[in-house]
């Protein structure tokens, strides 16, 4: 074996070295633009800076600066070094030998110690650009001060890295405000890094707390893959993105950028799991895109506070497409799918086997539109959604936002569980409008104290002139079913809906509705329609609005139908 003697990241930027990796005693000062060559498919090369080297502030293993490249043609390369694996600056470095296997792993000689402010395994800066091409690349970063991170890119180059297995873990082990760790890190205009192809066996990302990282920091953050502006491109036949911490997220896109992972045959796993906010898969700001891709995708999310598998903020685009796709939150606080501020969220197609389930020990929400223009849509041949917590919603429009479910032969299952308010499909200033072959919904309050409501729709208003564009719920379907032991649906203040379906109706109090609303059912007089309940014209003593007008019509149309 080659054993490559230290060469500092610090000499080399005094210096103007072009490259250090050479199978010799000691590094080489070379010209700037020099093209070094290294290997011969055989030689194995191992190169060590994890010690102290007084006078340095960091340790590179392979440092390369000024237009300079460097290609790798050896049986295997082992970096392990205190600072920076492989540092790039306007410069390139390749390994061109597809059977070759590659090993960085970076972290302070003394765990704990502050002198080690951050641990990049790939640092690529300028134009910098690496193409990899090896049978396996395995990278472990950890620090003890501010950041860590397996690729760390402020590049607008394009950059490849190819392997049958890529495994990189990236542990946040910093006791200090906002330390931070990333598997992946991009951030910089035009920059592009391409992770797998779709033939790589498996890619694992993962970004984890170490053990002197504070629990009580609660800046501290952990990201698998973090595209701030560029792209990010992940394929392969497996893909793992895992992350644990005080802030945890699997992937998240920012300030217009995006993330794609894996394609339609893909097995795409991503998990996120916060001490504070757990969040599987984020997109903020204008221009920011997270994709995601699969045979089969499970997403899971869980936080000790807050907990989203999927949330889309200030007008992102999030897509989940997938034959298979399980998506689970739990936490205090639990959202399932979120868009917020002009976000988008699109989950399915028409073919696509679609279960959305959340559980939150204080509040719980499967599916959550809140605010203007945003927007969830939610498709699937199958689609199940289920909420569990004190005040459980499986499904809540908010607030001038949109909630589209299903298509014309989906079959779709509704259901809320809990112990306070429970509520089906809710529209508070907001629309949900589902499409359906057969819709079932069900809705069971578990203790004396809330309520229980199949449908409910509230505009907070009471004007004498219903608003068109306020509260509704829109339903068209064959055949609905909606049971709950509470009310099956509630209609208040200046709200709609609408339901172009076959009814089987079982509630207490079937229907509840005032202030000027409006309940539609079985418009076309077409479907069989069946109510087991009472119909309600009702408020409560205080805190509800006190007109108790309403319109409900309600076509009964044939000899099964009933009231």
């Avoid at 005693?25 to 060559?37: D, K």
């Avoid at 059977?99 to 302070?108: K, R, T």
């Avoid at 911490?245 to 217009?256: E, F």
Wanted: charged letters at 15%.
């Amino acid at each position: 074996m080659n054993r490559i003697s230290p060469i500092t990241h610090a000499i080399c930027l005094a210096l103007g070295l072009s490259a250090s990796l050479l199978p010799s005693a000691a590094g080489a000062a070379l010209p700037p633009e020099s093209v070094i060559e290294v290997g011969g498919g055989v030689q194995d090369y191992e190169i060590n800076t994890t010690e102290d080297l007084t006078g340095f502030k960091h340790s590179s293993g392979i440092s390369i600066v000024g237009n300079s490249s460097a290609v790798f043609n050896g049986a295997s390369l082992t970096v392990e070094t205190r600072d920076y694996g492989i540092y790039l600056e306007d410069s390139s470095f390749q390994i061109a030998n597809p059977d070759a296997v590659i090993s960085l792993a970076v972290e302070p000689k003394n765990p704990g110690a502050t002198f080690n402010s951050r641990a990049f395994a790939i640092y690529l800066s300028g134009d910098s650009q690496t193409n990899i091409n090896a049978d396996s690349l395995a990278v472990y970063t950890k620090h003890t001060n501010l950041a860590s991170a397996g690729i760390y890119s402020v590049s607008s180059g394009t950059s490849n890295i190819t392997a049958d297995n890529i495994n990189i873990t990236a542990v946040n082990d910093g006791s200090t405000a906002n330390s931070k760790a990333f598997a992946i890190n991009q951030d910089a205009a035009g920059g592009t890094l391409n992770i797998g192809t779709a033939e790589s066996s498996l890619i694992h990302l993962e970004s984890n707390k170490g053990e002197y990282t504070a629990s009580g920091n609660n800046s501290s953050k952990n990201y698998a893959v973090n595209a701030v502006i560029g792209k990010v491109n992940i394929q392969g036949k497996t893909i793992e993105l895992v992350s644990s911490g005080v802030t945890s997220r699997a992937v998240v896109a920012t300030t217009g950028g995006t993330v794609t992972i894996g394609n339609q045959n893909s097995y795409t796993m991503l998990s996120s799991n916060g001490s504070k906010d757990g969040h599987a898969v984020y997109g903020t700001g204008q221009d920011s895109a997270v994709n995601v891709y699969g045979q089969t995708i499970n997403i899971a999310s869980s936080g000790g506070e807050t907990s989203k598998a999927v949330l889309s903020d200030e007008g992102s685009q999030v897509s989940i497409l997938g034959k298979t796709i399980e998506l689970v939150s739990s936490g205090d606080t639990s959202r399932t799918v979120e868009a917020t501020n002009g976000g988008t969220v699109d989950i399915g197609n028409q073919n696509s086997y679609t279960m959305l389930s959340s559980n939150g020990s204080s509040r719980s929400l499967a599916v959550y539109g809140t605010g203007q223009d945003s927007t969830v849509n939610v498709y699937g041949q199958t689609i199940n959604i289920a909420s569990d917590g004190a005040i459980a919603n499986a499904v809540l429009s908010y607030d001038g936002s949109q909630v589209n479910i299903g298509q014309s032969d989906s079959a779709v299952t509704i259901s809320s569980k809990g112990t306070g308010e429970i509520v089906g499909l809710r529209a508070v200033k907001g629309v949900v409008t589902l499409n359906a072959d057969t819709l079932a919904v069900t809705t069971e309050n578990t203790s004396e104290n809330g309520y229980s409501v199949g449908l409910m729709a509230r505009n907070d208003s009471e004007q004498s002139e219903r608003p068109e564009d306020g509260a509704a719920i829109n339903i068209t379907a064959n055949q609905t079913d909606i049971t709950s032991d509470g009310v099956g649906i509630s209609a208040y203040s200046n709200s709609q809906v609408n339901m172009d379906t076959g009814l089987t109706l079982t509630a207490p109090t079937a229907i509840e509705t005032r202030g000027n609303s409006l309940v539609n059912i079985n418009p076309n007089n077409d479907k069989t329609v069946v109510i087991n309940g009472d119909v309600s014209f009702a408020t409560a003593a205080v805190g509800s609005g006190q007109i108790l007008n309403a319109e409900v019509n309600i076509n009964l149309s044939g000899a099964q139908s009933s009231w």
